[in-house]
């Protein structure tokens, strides 16, 4: 009510000098200065009491005091040339207490108190508050409506994947997913959509993988059945002829019993790091035993089989799970390879980790099938790998050993150039 009391003040200010100037505070008949005094109180809704130096009413706008004696506070504090003002909240109404000076020797020869009611103020404030709150309703439910439709519309493209995606579930992976909504969805789709791909390779492999382990299972026991028959046929058939027989059934059952082992190896590579069996072994000697026993292998096509090692090295591993894929990635090397090719193997460690690299001269891996080769059942050139022979079961195999390990596998190479495989395993083996 700061404002309202300084207004009531200026309005004063004329009449309080008309009546320092004037003989009013004597002679309170002016016909001018009361005409002010009544109008001044209407306007404000109020009443106007001018008291003189005697504490009596000289003019009371509502004439009921008038010749009454007047002491109050707020009187007496005007006198010693204070004014006063005070709000009562209770009943809506300032009271503002004014001094009169005498415009000579600027002594206060009166006093002029200004009740003005506030009750319009309130009045208009109450129902601002009322349009106010009116107003914020309606904001509110415009804004729920408009918030409302607007999540609508953001959500709508999920919903819509949403299906696409229950759809792929199903097992329809020949569509790809096309969301231009936002970015966030673009990218999120074009993730998807790899997806699929792999999906599809995956499917593609897979089927291809039973197919082929279906061939090769059935034609170990077809050759095998072919040789036996002949065998039974001939009730006078040569030792020779036997001997020669037996070999190529006792081959064609080792070869049946590699894939058979192949698939039992990645079965027990798929199950959890409680199968582990970890032991400190010596890494060096290890290495040596295994590359000694594929020693045969690198001879018939007079392949250099080398081991590097720089310092000693050892290490918490499951030795058997480890064979096989330190065994998978050189066997490989050298069936990969070229006659009079190497295959060179060295060891390394620092402070945390070892590390295991077996390099070739072989006819590398292309690019594009090198994010692949470690899925099972997948095979870079599935005409030569045939003639090779395998399951396309052994880099998963290796994959699966090394992460078995807490160890990583990595793969550089390059066409008719050789690769390079690397294996990093920790030192010492931290249960999960």
Not at 383 to 406: D, Q
Request: charged fraction near 25%; aromatic fraction near 6%; include cysteine.
């Amino acid at each position: 009510m700061t404002f309202r009391i300084t207004d009531i003040r200026k309005q004063c200010e004329t009449i309080l000098n008309q009546i320092g100037i004037s003989q009013y505070m004597q002679e309170p008949s002016s016909e001018i200065i009361n005409a002010q005094f009544v109008q001044l109180a209407n306007f404000h809704d109020g009443r106007i009491v001018v008291v003189d130096e005697d504490f009596t009413v000289i003019k009371d706008t509502f004439a009921l005091t008038v010749g009454k004696t007047m002491i109050a506070p707020d009187v007496i504090d005007c006198f010693h040339g204070k004014e006063r003002s005070s709000y009562d909240a209770d009943n809506n109404y300032i009271q503002q207490a004014v001094p009169v000076k005498d415009p000579v020797n600027k002594r206060v020869i009166g006093v002029v108190v200004i009740t003005a009611s506030t009750q319009s103020i309130v009045d208009s404030l109450e129902i601002l508050n009322q349009k106010a709150t009116v107003l914020i309703v309606l904001i509110l439910i415009l804004c729920g409506t408009v918030a409302f439709f607007a999540a609508h519309q953001m959500v709508r493209p999920f919903g819509e994947m949403g299906k696409r995606i229950e759809v792929l579930s199903d097992g329809f992976i020949d569509e790809k997913m096309q969301m231009h909504n936002y970015k966030e969805l673009e990218i999120l789709t074009s993730s998807i959509n790899k997806m699929i791909d792999r999906m599809k390779i995956l499917n593609d492999t897979r089927q291809e993988f039973v197919s082929n382990v279906s061939h090769e299972l059935k034609t170990p026991m077809t050759s095998i059945k072919v040789l036996a028959d002949s065998l039974l046929m001939q009730e006078d058939a040569p030792v020779e002829m036997y001997k020669e027989f037996m070999t190529d059934i006792v081959d064609e059952i080792d070869r049946e019993n590699k894939i058979i082992e192949d698939l039992l190896s990645l079965v027990k590579l798929d199950k959890n790091s409680n199968d582990l069996n970890i032991a400190a072994v010596d890494i060096n000697e290890f290495l040596e035993l295994t590359l000694k026993r594929l020693q045969p292998i690198a001879a018939k096509r007079n392949i250099e089989l080398l081991l590097e090692s720089f310092r000693p090295v050892r290490a918490e591993i499951d030795e058997v799970k480890l064979t096989l894929a330190v065994s998978n990635l050189v066997e490989n090397a050298i069936k990969y390879n070229e006659d009079n090719g190497w295959v060179h193997v060295s060891l390394n460690a620092d402070h945390k980790f070892f590390y295991i690299t077996v390099s070739d001269s072989g006819i590398g891996i292309p690019k594009e099938s090198q994010s692949f080769i470690f899925e099972r059942f997948y095979r870079v050139d599935k005409s030569h790998s045939r003639e090779i022979g395998g399951t396309g079961l052994g880099l998963a195999i290796t994959r699966n050993a090394v992460l078995l390990h807490r160890g990583t596998i990595q793969v550089s190479s390059e066409e008719n150039k050789g690769t390079t495989f690397t294996v990093r395993i920790p030192l010492n083996y931290v249960v999960s």
